[in-house]
């Protein structure tokens, strides 16, 4: 086996609306948790709480074990149930999650009063859409020295490509938040419609090349 070969199909609808099959190889995913052990949090009790159908699932599995973490299987109840979920997070201890932007923005809004329930949280990464910083984000996460949150960003195809890591309170961040910049061994390019790199401030097209 080499880093060549396929590691998993994900069928996403992207900009399309139609399903498609999305396929990523053993060096992107080997890349992308060589990365995050090298660069977040490791060796943590971390929450899978991702769908075994969407790709973050495999980031949630290796960046906990390959780091010689604690994994903690969350239950369909807890996808849907913030009270079930937010209970599990504090009794577990859970240090490290990676949260779909909606679920992180439904528990600040049910628990923007309670930080206590969060005090065993060492970092928080949101991906999946685009990160939006609600009041109740913002009044939760300022009650939180002690977590580090991150703001992930990555087509399916190339799975994460950017990383953001707050530096400080989100409310220090002009919105909308940035998606950071490229992780290791890859690169991000903005062009125009005849693939020349656009100036800064100009929209363009995002390219991305690498191992991802």
């Known amino acids: ?21 999305t396929t990523l190889g053993h060096a992107a995913m080997c890349n992308l948790i060589r990365w995050h052990h090298d660069t977040l949090l490791t060796g943590a ?9 969407f790709d973050v699932s495999f980031h949630d599995t290796f960046a906990v074990l390959g780091s010689g973490g604690e994994l903690h299987i969350a239950s369909e109840l807890m996808r849907g149930d913030s009270a079930v979920l937010v209970d599990y997070l504090e009794s577990a201890r859970i240090e490290k999650v990676i949260l779909p932007v909606v679920v992180w923005q439904q528990l600040a809004a049910d628990y923007g009063d309670r930080p206590e329930r ?21 009044a939760l996460s300022a009650q939180m020295p002690d977590c580090v949150m991150h703001n992930h960003y990555g087509p399916s195809e190339t799975h994460v490509v950017t990383a953001h890591t707050f530096d400080g309170p989100p409310s220090t961040v002009s919105p909308p938040p940035p998606i950071g910049r490229p992780i290791a061994n890859t690169q991000i390019y903005l062009l125009d419609s005849r693939m020349n790199p656009v100036p800064v401030g100009v929209p363009g097209e995002l390219y991305i090349g690498g191992a991802n």
Do not use: D, H, M, Q
Not at 1 to 21: D, H, R
Not at 124 to 130: M, P, Q, S
């Open 118 to 138: 969060f005090a065993s949280l060492r970092e928080l990464i949101t991906t999946g859409e685009a990160l939006i910083l609600t009041p109740a984000i913002l």
């Open 1 to 21: 086996v080499s880093g060549e070969n396929l590691s998993y199909i994900i069928y996403t609808s992207g900009s399309t609306g139609k399903p498609k099959g």
């Open 45 to 53: 009790r971390g929450l899978f709480f991702a769908s075994l159908s």
